[in-house]
């Protein structure tokens, strides 16, 4: 009866905290963007005043309204954000494992005593602030900060290249920053790997290069997925970046929720966005989840 107890208690705390700071959060939100504008505190009606009773709970939700969510199709500021996001968190993350994965396969074939320290090297960013080293590119990568600086010494270029403010300035923040989420799970997997494989296909014939990609890169593709599901969801909503290092014509999805919500006061608007970007998200990681345990089903 105790181990029992002891299991459900084990499996209710992660599930309550979901419950708390995912669902509830979310379920205001999506009640938000069923609201209409108000020049009011909160800036939205209706707002549902529980002291009523649930009749009062039944009125307010038959003023809901679904006018937010026809605004967003007639107004293409809000697609183009939207496709202008998920194409830079795309290439974000295409580039983010092209940097990631040599570094995560370099530490996976270093000694072993070396692995602890490689590892606390890559995860040693995160004791800054991420602000500040997002701010330490805008010196990095202005027209007199030390990149230009160094080209320019090197005799590579004749004058400085315009870094700052551009697209290339986000990517280059985004990989930096988010190349950790991406190493650490290439590292695991990469880490268990069987070296007896390789020994096997060189005793066969097998080249280097064959051999990386039929069997290590194969047997990495459990951390390549985790790594581009860490890197490619937190950077489509991505609103530090974009608004530190890019420039006016860099769209993306953060900065348009960011000025709705604090420019224009467009609390339902907002909220409407923020429910559709949420569904984007989830929809294809449940339907790829769903896919992955079919396969692992069917594979047994």
């Known amino acids: 009866m105790q181990n029992r107890w002891t299991r459900w208690v084990v499996v209710a ?6 419950v708390v700071l995912f669902l509830v959060p979310f379920l205001i ?3 938000i ?3 209409m504008t108000a020049v009011a505190q909160p800036p939205y009606t ?3 005043d529980f002291a009523n009773g649930i009749a009062g709970v039944i009125e307010a939700i038959g003023e809901f309204t679904v006018d937010n969510y026809v605004w967003l199709t007639e107004d293409t500021l809000y697609l183009s954000a939207y496709l202008s996001s998920l194409w830079i968190a795309l290439v974000s993350t295409a580039l983010t494992l092209l940097v990631a994965y040599p570094i995560a396969y370099g530490m996976a074939r270093a000694p072993k005593r070396w692995q602890a320290t490689l590892v ?18 805008i010196g990095i990568l202005k027209k007199e900060g030390l990149l230009n600086q160094f080209l320019l010494w090197s005799g590579l270029i004749d004058q400085p290249l315009t870094i700052l403010n551009t697209d ?5 923040g985004i990989i930096y920053s988010y190349l950790p989420f991406m190493v650490l799970p290439l590292y695991a997997a990469l880490e268990r790997l069987d070296d007896t494989l390789l020994e096997a296909a060189a005793d066969l014939g097998s080249t280097p290069l064959r051999s990386f990609w039929q069997i290590t890169f194969p047997l990495s593709l459990p951390g390549v997925i985790a790594g581009c599901f860490l890197v490619f969801i937190p950077v489509t909503g991505e609103f530090v970046i974009p608004d530190l290092l890019g420039g006016s014509d860099t769209l993306m999805i953060g900065k348009t929720l960011w000025s709705e919500f604090f420019n224009n006061r467009d609390w339902p608007i907002a909220s409407a ?3 559709i970007l949420l569904l984007i998200l989830v929809v294809p990681i449940v339907i790829f989840q769903n896919f992955e345990a079919r396969r692992q089903e069917a594979a047994r």
Do not use: D, G
């Open 13 to 18: 705390i992660p599930y309550l905290w979901l």
């Open 273 to 275: 966005v923020a429910v």
């Open 46 to 48: 209706p707002v549902i």
């Open 168 to 172: 290339w300035a986000v990517y280059i």
């Open 120 to 137: 606390m090297l890559v995860i040693l960013p995160f004791w800054t602030s991420f602000l500040i080293r997002v701010y330490s590119w």
């Open 29 to 31: 939100v999506l009640k």
């Open 33 to 35: 963007s069923f609201s």
